[in-house]
């Protein structure tokens, strides 16, 4: 069986050269131009398992070719060397439908990773994702903006671009980011998801790029962070909005750079990482407000997905249904009654398909013979918290009986009004403890409504409940 061919497009004959030995090393066979018209007669020729061509060339723009390769040799990943620093050709290619760019001067480390999975992707069929017909879709619906974003999730599913994808809360951002990696050359690699919303400032960079034993008080032995971790497959960075400043630009670096440097260690390391992105805030807004910077924003937001909110895909709703019910209860043991999907669909559903699992698990618990009737849903929007009262006392108390949430015994001392607190950590805790109780509480523990009273997301809420100890009564 004959090595798969490189086509590589560059009119510094050095560069080229180096290019071809490195590619030649690699065992594989090697075309090369100079133009772009050379580069147009070997692609009529020959099939190309990737072509690599420079941005500027005598006859033309690298970014030409790109556009022509998508359009008429869809099979084929084609990427673009850009100049060091010029964010702008990178992203434009990407843009362009490349799939993956290296930068100048070419660190071969990176080349390699970089072929090695155009490779992979060359041996998966044109156009087609990964999945077949035995592994349906995790992202459930057949309306058509379902099935667009399912077209859209196997064309992306074939490039290195990092996508940004955008949808309120339990609408499927994860789903979806899960479902571009399974697409993906890098499926047999690690997915890994982080909320930036939920770790702790002062742990941040040891979580995204590891530490060496020793580099601060209690690094007991080396340990890599997240970047490592999903070396080879895909990083979702879920509430990047939540970012601080500083973290922003030292993943900036990592992004530009596709290097990290634990804590403590001299040397970087090449990082090979798919980057996915995930807010229900606006990004844009928060890059005005100074909140965001521009330049990650520019480096992370080069595609786009969007997610419809469950409202605005009604069409899906019976099939959500059925099929949450059959994971819940086993196939075919519970269904909805009579108006039951009317009455969903009239529902705004602000917690999205998050939402009508919890709605569908709770109505499942008071319905009989697995028959969801009307009045076993509870769709009532929660009333609006009233403002916390410092300190609480008690507030499960309180609490309709059925739900009450419970914590651990609590251990801040209850303050006179205008005393301070001998230990403020502790007595923070203590507030915050009891305003989620409170939340929890009047949403008869619907996790998504709490959430959505408290503004936080879902995740944060379920990160300060497992911190603060706080579990469902039946937990
Ligand atoms: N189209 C869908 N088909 C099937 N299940 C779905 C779909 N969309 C969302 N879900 C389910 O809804 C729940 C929430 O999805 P997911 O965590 O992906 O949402 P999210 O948008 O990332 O939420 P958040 O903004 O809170 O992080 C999950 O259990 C997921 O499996």
């Excluded at 009262?389 to 251990?411: C, Y």
């Amino acid at each position: 069986m004959s090595s798969p061919r490189i086509l590589v497009i560059d009119d510094e004959a050095d560069l080229r050269e180096l290019l071809e030995i490195t590619l030649l090393k690699m065992g594989l066979d090697v075309d090369s131009a100079e133009t772009l018209g050379q580069a147009r007669a070997f692609l009529a020729k020959s099939d190309y398992a990737l072509v690599l061509t420079d941005m500027r060339l005598p006859d033309g723009l690298g970014i030409d070719l790109v556009r022509e390769v998508t359009t008429l040799y869809k099979g084929t990943p084609i990427a673009v060397i850009t100049a060091y620093g010029s964010a702008e050709n990178a992203v434009v290619a990407l843009k362009a439908g490349a799939f993956d760019y290296v930068t100048k001067p070419v660190a071969l480390d990176q080349l390699r990773i970089m072929v090695q999975s155009a490779l992979r992707l060359s041996t998966a069929p044109a156009g087609e994702p990964q999945l077949d017909a035995a592994t349906p879709s995790r992202l459930i619906g057949n309306s058509s903006a379902m099935q667009g974003l399912r077209a859209q999730i196997g064309r992306l599913a074939r490039s290195m671009a990092p996508i940004s994808i955008t949808g309120e809360s339990g609408s499927g951002k994860e789903l979806a980011a899960r479902e571009i990696h399974a697409q993906s050359s890098r499926a047999a690699k690690p997915f890994i998801a982080v909320n930036c919303g939920a770790i702790p400032e002062a742990l941040m960079e040891a979580e995204f790029f590891g530490y060496r034993k020793g580099s601060f008080t209690g690094a007991g032995e080396d340990r890599d962070g997240f970047f490592q971790a999903a070396n080879g497959g895909t990083l979702m960075l879920d509430e990047v909005a939540d970012l601080p400043l500083a973290m922003q630009v030292k993943l900036l670096r990592a992004i530009q750079e596709r290097r990290v440097r634990k804590i403590g260690a001299t040397a970087e390391e090449p990082v090979d990482v798919r980057l996915i992105s995930a807010t229900h805030q606006d990004l844009a807004k928060c890059v005005e407000t100074g909140k965001f910077r521009q330049d990650l924003f520019y480096r992370l937001n080069v595609i786009e997905l969007s997610l419809p909110p469950l409202r605005e895909r009604l069409d899906d709703l019976g099939l959500l249904a059925n099929t949450v019910l059959d994971r819940l209860a086993g196939p075919g043991q519970a269904k909805l009654g009579p108006q039951v999907l009317d009455t969903l669909a009239a529902y705004s559903f602000p917690g999205n398909v998050r939402e009508l699992e919890n709605v569908l698990e709770r109505a499942l618990a008071f319905a009989n013979d697995g028959v969801i009737e009307v009045g076993d849903l509870s769709l009532k929007s929660a009333r609006l918290a009233e403002p916390a009262s410092i300190p609480a006392s008690a507030p499960v108390a309180d609490a309709p009986a059925p739900a009450a949430p419970v914590a651990s015994p609590a251990s801040a001392p209850v303050q006179a009004p205008d005393a301070l607190p001998s230990n403020l950590p502790e007595y923070l805790e203590q507030v915050e403890r009891d305003i989620i109780l409170r939340a929890l509480a009047q949403t008869q523990f619907n996790r998504t409504q709490a959430a959505q009273l408290l503004g936080i997301s879902f995740r944060q809420l379920r990160y300060q409940m497992q911190k603060l100890d706080i579990h469902a009564p039946e937990d």
